[in-house]
Protein backbone atom coordinates (compact mmCIF):
# COMPACT_ATOMS: atom_id res chain seq x y z
CA UNK A 1 0.00 0.00 0.00
CA UNK A 2 0.99 3.99 -0.56
CA UNK A 3 -0.07 6.67 1.06
CA UNK A 4 -0.54 10.45 -0.46
CA UNK A 5 -1.07 13.53 1.63
CA UNK A 6 -1.14 16.51 -0.50
CA UNK A 7 -0.89 20.17 0.58
CA UNK A 8 -0.43 23.63 -0.91
CA UNK A 9 -4.09 24.38 -1.97
CA UNK A 10 -5.84 27.24 -1.31
CA UNK A 11 -7.54 30.80 -2.43
CA UNK A 12 -5.29 32.79 -5.40
CA UNK A 13 -6.07 35.71 -7.49
CA UNK A 14 -5.91 34.93 -10.85
CA UNK A 15 -2.42 35.46 -12.66
CA UNK A 16 -1.20 34.20 -9.30
CA UNK A 17 0.65 31.14 -8.68
CA UNK A 18 0.22 28.04 -6.20
CA UNK A 19 3.19 25.06 -5.23
CA UNK A 20 1.22 21.83 -3.88
CA UNK A 21 2.91 18.93 -3.09
CA UNK A 22 2.62 15.41 -2.46
CA UNK A 23 4.45 12.98 -0.33
CA UNK A 24 4.47 9.10 -0.45
CA UNK A 25 4.78 7.03 1.88
CA UNK A 26 4.39 3.41 2.23
CA UNK A 27 5.73 0.64 -0.47
CA UNK A 28 7.12 3.31 -2.31
CA UNK A 29 9.50 1.03 -3.72
CA UNK A 30 6.90 0.01 -6.34
CA UNK A 31 5.90 3.21 -7.41
CA UNK A 32 7.15 4.85 -11.37
CA UNK A 33 4.67 7.42 -12.15
CA UNK A 34 3.56 10.08 -9.75
CA UNK A 35 1.39 12.95 -10.96
CA UNK A 36 -1.73 15.06 -10.27
CA UNK A 37 -5.34 15.24 -11.81
CA UNK A 38 -7.76 17.73 -11.25
CA UNK A 39 -11.47 17.72 -11.01
CA UNK A 40 -13.88 20.96 -11.14
CA UNK A 41 -16.99 21.43 -9.97
CA UNK A 42 -19.46 19.63 -12.35
CA UNK A 43 -16.91 18.27 -14.30
CA UNK A 44 -15.05 14.63 -14.87
CA UNK A 45 -11.67 14.20 -13.12
CA UNK A 46 -9.16 14.91 -15.51
CA UNK A 47 -5.26 14.26 -15.74
CA UNK A 48 -3.04 17.64 -15.72
CA UNK A 49 1.15 16.09 -15.35
CA UNK A 50 3.24 13.35 -14.54
CA UNK A 51 6.59 12.17 -14.11
CA UNK A 52 8.12 9.32 -13.98
CA UNK A 53 11.29 7.61 -11.86
CA UNK A 54 13.40 8.05 -15.15
CA UNK A 55 12.55 12.25 -14.74
CA UNK A 56 10.00 12.22 -18.31
CA UNK A 57 7.37 14.59 -18.12
CA UNK A 58 4.10 14.83 -19.57
CA UNK A 59 1.28 17.82 -19.42
CA UNK A 60 -2.20 18.48 -20.96
CA UNK A 61 -1.93 20.10 -23.91
CA UNK A 62 -4.09 22.91 -22.31
CA UNK A 63 -1.54 23.38 -19.43
CA UNK A 64 1.66 23.27 -20.96
CA UNK A 65 3.34 26.81 -20.19
CA UNK A 66 1.81 27.35 -17.09
CA UNK A 67 2.15 24.32 -15.22
CA UNK A 68 5.65 22.64 -13.82
CA UNK A 69 5.71 19.36 -11.74
CA UNK A 70 9.09 18.41 -10.31
CA UNK A 71 9.83 15.27 -7.96
CA UNK A 72 12.43 14.91 -5.44
CA UNK A 73 13.14 11.18 -4.84
CA UNK A 74 15.00 11.56 -1.74
CA UNK A 75 11.85 13.20 0.35
CA UNK A 76 9.08 10.94 -1.99
CA UNK A 77 8.00 14.01 -3.26
CA UNK A 78 5.98 15.29 -6.29
CA UNK A 79 5.41 19.12 -6.40
CA UNK A 80 3.00 20.70 -8.93
CA UNK A 81 4.02 24.65 -9.87
CA UNK A 82 1.02 26.25 -11.18
CA UNK A 83 1.37 29.85 -12.81
CA UNK A 84 -0.84 32.29 -14.23
CA UNK A 85 -3.77 30.67 -12.57
CA UNK A 86 -7.51 31.20 -14.17
CA UNK A 87 -10.77 31.10 -12.50
CA UNK A 88 -11.13 27.70 -15.02
CA UNK A 89 -8.22 26.26 -12.64
CA UNK A 90 -10.82 26.58 -9.95
CA UNK A 91 -10.54 22.57 -8.68
CA UNK A 92 -9.58 19.73 -6.82
CA UNK A 93 -6.15 18.47 -7.01
CA UNK A 94 -5.50 15.04 -6.46
CA UNK A 95 -2.12 13.22 -6.59
CA UNK A 96 -1.81 10.08 -8.23
CA UNK A 97 0.92 7.36 -8.66
CA UNK A 98 1.70 4.21 -10.57
CA UNK A 99 3.49 1.08 -10.48
CA UNK A 100 4.06 1.63 -14.30
CA UNK A 101 5.78 4.81 -16.04
CA UNK A 102 2.68 5.90 -16.99
CA UNK A 103 -0.17 7.32 -15.17
CA UNK A 104 -3.51 6.33 -17.44
CA UNK A 105 -4.63 3.69 -14.45
CA UNK A 106 -2.87 5.28 -11.38
CA UNK A 107 -2.81 2.44 -8.51
CA UNK A 108 -3.16 4.85 -5.51
CA UNK A 109 -4.98 8.41 -5.01
CA UNK A 110 -4.57 11.22 -2.60
CA UNK A 111 -7.37 12.65 -1.13
CA UNK A 112 -7.54 15.90 -2.60
CA UNK A 113 -6.57 19.44 -2.16
CA UNK A 114 -8.93 22.47 -3.03
CA UNK A 115 -7.50 24.84 -5.30
CA UNK A 116 -9.64 28.31 -5.76
CA UNK A 117 -9.16 31.02 -7.99
CA UNK A 118 -10.86 34.19 -7.65
CA UNK A 119 -11.21 36.93 -10.74
Known amino acids: QVQLVESGGGLVQAGGSLMLSCTAS????????MGWYRQAPGKQREWVAR???????NYADSLKGRFTIFRDNAKNTVYLHTNSLRPEDTAVYYC?????????????WGQGTQVTVSS
Open 51 to 57: INNAGST
Open 96 to 108: ACARLPSLHSPDY
Open 26 to 33: GSIASIDA
